[in-house]
């Protein structure tokens, strides 16, 4: 931030060892607003398929945080309320779509055998926060927050109800207590603590369990569980271990990019980016938030802003939802409209870029290209404002020799080019989960199509009888198949295609599949048609 005083950094940009050479490349970006980058991506925040109850969530809950940010930041011109709102209307009512009768919500909605205590709290909360800004039918809420009461038991605590698709929530002893601290969280943040006793004895419940938990996860959200109760005691035990385990906030820099294993929840990174997120909510959403606490929180912002993809999403739906909440919250206690900021980006070689920010383009991310990489910079900012400058280093590495997760194996049948294969042929599909688990997350595969082939719609209605199947989609060229996990044991499946358009020289298409909560557990493959390269030999024959 510049007062008028120039502020000034220097950047190294350093490669490590063994990057391919030549690949090296870098950027700088500047925008006036932390939220900007959300804001102009909304409907694109996450670049994941849309098709259950969770991941239409991420289509609606994010609005509500951006709305609530431009709002106490007096910045929430037409357009934008008008393009989240449009974006919340369509996501409210696709979400109605996964209730089932008795109030609850479920990933797959009646498809699924019951509903699931974790989904139909998210959806309960998102509900209650968007009804400031969206007719949103009470009903909805009230059936949801009645069917998770009947799901607590005398401990106070919450029983898991219905399939969750995110393991990390589930396994180990805390299990039961984040799930706990997560409706609890939502019951908060709905004022329902003076609806009976709801609230009261799922607060015992947590207390009690707070001196036992040593899952950072959990931690985490109890530390903001309480500081909604307004429970400060019980608050600061629960975020010392975690300020101090960190080194004082600063820590979780270096810990989250080294894998520093604090726990094993931390070991991927959606869930490290929404441990992060809750961590900066307990200590922002205090009624009174200290200067000291603000500056201290940057550190985490830092790192936040940091794994943002570039629509300003994240690598998930929940960290997505999460950190924007936390970031939206922090941005509103620190802004400052930008009268008029300056910033310099000068290289030890003499090149230099500039840009400009104010009231009227501080929403606009502005990116220029850096040519001397490695490099030394030095970054200036003038003016009275606050601007954020980051810069992005990239470069290729040989892919290292990472542990299989995943084994897929696709073949065509027939394999030799006939005249009937010229037409269509099947796909013989194999994949089952190798990972540290016994069983995977959510796995989503994606078979892309040959062009000029599309799947035979009789092949992708039998996949839909097979039991690990959730749902199927076609979209342009991709079928996508929604598994509700993958096991040891493989999974077999065939996909008939055929050819609609003549294409020449055709190139492969891929079959991926991967784990929709950490997408770096993925294998891929690449298949082609039988005639692909063999058309002058089956003519000859």
Not at 130 to 152: K, M
Not at 156 to 162: A, E, I, T
Request: net charge negative; proline share 4%.
């Amino acid at each position: 931030c510049a007062t008028g005083v120039p502020v000034t950094d220097n950047v190294s940009l350093k490669l490590p060892e063994g990057v391919l050479e030549g690949s090296g490349r870098a950027t700088v970006s500047v925008i006036g607003d932390i939220m900007g980058t959300a804001l102009q991506n909304l409907h694109q925040l996450l670049r994941l398929p849309f098709g259950c109850g969770e991941q239409n969530m991420v289509m609606f809950a994010p609005n509500i945080y951006v709305l609530q940010y431009f709002e106490k930041t007096k910045q929430a011109s037409p357009e934008i309320r008008n393009k989240a709102l449009e974006f919340m209307k369509t996501g409210y009512q696709r979400q109605l779509l996964y209730k089932h009768d008795n109030g609850s919500y479920s990933a797959f909605g009646k498809h699924d055998a019951e509903g699931n205590t974790w989904l139909t709290a998210f959806v309960a909360r998102s509900f209650g926060q968007a009804s400031s800004y969206l007719y949103i039918d009470e009903q909805h809420i009230q059936d949801a927050v009645r069917w998770l009461g009947q799901n607590q038991l005398p401990s106070g605590c919450f029983q898991s109800v219905g399939k969750l698709f995110n393991n990390a929530l589930k396994g180990g002893v805390d299990d039961d207590i984040s799930l706990t601290a997560y409706i609890t969280a939502a019951l908060l943040e709905l004022h329902m603590e003076k609806n009976g006793t709801m609230v009261a004895d799922a607060l015992l419940c947590l207390k009690k369990a707070s001196h036992d938990v040593n899952n950072t996860y959990a931690q985490a959200l109890m530390a903001y569980v309480f500081t909604l109760a307004n429970d400060m005691e019980t608050r600061q035990q629960l975020l010392e271990p975690l300020d101090q385990e960190a080194g004082k906030l600063g820590g979780y820099l270096s810990q989250a990019k080294d894998k520093d294993p604090l726990e094993e929840v931390m070991e991927d990174s959606s869930s490290v980016i929404e441990t992060m997120a809750y961590i900066l909510l307990a200590h922002i959403s205090k009624p009174e938030v200290s200067e000291a606490e603000i500056a201290a929180s940057s550190q985490i912002v830092r790192w936040l802003t940091s794994q943002r993809n570039p629509y300003g999403g994240f690598t998930s739906t929940q960290d997505t939802v999460v950190a924007l909440q936390a970031l939206a919250r922090y941005a509103a206690l620190t802004y400052h409209e930008a009268e008029g900021v300056t910033v310099t980006v000068n290289s030890t070689e003499g090149s230099q870029q500039e840009f400009h920010v104010d009231k009227k383009n501080q929403l606009v991310l502005q990116q220029k290209s850096l040519h001397q990489v490695p490099g030394e910079y030095v970054v200036q900012a003038v003016g009275n404002g606050c601007v954020y400058v980051q810069m992005t280093l990239r470069y290729n590495v040989p892919p290292p020799e990472s542990k299989e997760t995943f084994v897929l194996d696709v073949k065509t049948a027939p394999d030799e080019c006939n005249h009937a294969a010229r037409k269509g042929f099947d796909l013989h599909v194999q994949v089952s989960y190798v990972g540290d688990r016994e069983i995977s997350n959510m796995a989503l595969i994606e078979v892309t199509m040959l062009s000029g082939f599309v799947p035979v719609k009789k092949s992708v209605k039998k996949l839909k009888k097979m039991p690990l199947v959730k749902k199927t989609e076609i979209q342009l060229n991709q079928l996508t198949i929604y598994l509700e996990e993958l096991g040891k044991s493989p999974l077999n499946f065939t996909i008939s295609v055929k050819q609609e358009i003549e294409v020449q020289n055709l190139k492969p298409a891929t079959v991926t599949v991967y784990d929709y909560y950490q997408p770096g557990d993925s294998a891929i493959t690449e298949y082609n048609a039988p005639c692909s390269s063999d058309v002058e030999k089956e003519d000859s024959q």
